[in-house]
């Protein structure tokens, strides 16, 4: 952690971005139930930028040696709240299977690797599951996808909201990938 004149710096600009992240969730909530003809586009512009500041804060907090146990803690809770959010309020409103699928298998994929890390920190194996490169491309899938989604009234005639499922499901193989992949990273400690 990044110590200025014998004081620890815990509101570094990247935990900053990370807890702007945080704090746009109501405001994500709020727009998309808002009964307008822009509600849609806010609730997409809002996730776009939530799903930035997350590049942004990872970016600066690299570059500027900004690294924090609170930003390593809040980044990836950060990202599952918003994202959770987003995909139930979408399987709300899309009212289909072909969506609540991917949606429920991101959501178990992100509560187990979570524990996962968890317990594998406990034992202090942490790094053996750090994020892999399949994450990130998949992070960036279901970001494109979701903001897609939520630009877009649930209309399967529109080719925009075919594109965003078909990113979402791209998202969803990587998800379970990459779930696979930490398992059988962590697999030597499982099976004691």
């Known amino acids: 952690m990044q110590q200025l004149a014998g004081r620890s710096v815990l509101f570094t600009i990247p935990n900053v971005l990370t807890l702007l992240r945080i704090c746009l969730i109501p405001v994500f909530i709020l727009a998309f139930y808002t009964h307008s003809e822009w509600n849609k586009l ?15 804060d990872g970016y600066l907090a690299r570059k500027m040696d900004q690294t924090s146990k609170l930003g390593a803690f809040l980044d990836p809770v950060a990202d599952k709240l918003m994202v959770s ?3 139930v309020l979408l399987v709300e409103s899309h009212s289909s299977a072909l969506l609540a699928i991917p949606a429920i298998v991101i959501i178990s994929r992100e509560i187990t690797v979570s524990a996962l890390r968890e317990w594998m920190a406990e034992l202090g194996k942490r790094a053996s599951i750090a994020v892999s490169y399949i994450g990130k491309i998949k992070t960036a899938a279901q970001m494109v996808a979701i ?4 630009a877009n009234e649930p209309d399967l005639g529109n080719w925009l909201v075919w594109l965003a499922y078909l990113l979402l499901y791209i998202a969803t193989v990587l998800t379970i990938w990459s779930m696979m992949m930490y398992l059988k990273s962590a697999w030597p400690d499982l099976k004691e």
């Open 147 to 150: 903001t897609g989604l939520l």
């Open 85 to 87: 959010a987003a995909l």
């Open 42 to 56: 806010a609730a997409a512009t809002i996730f776009a930028i939530a799903g930035i500041t997350d590049w942004i």
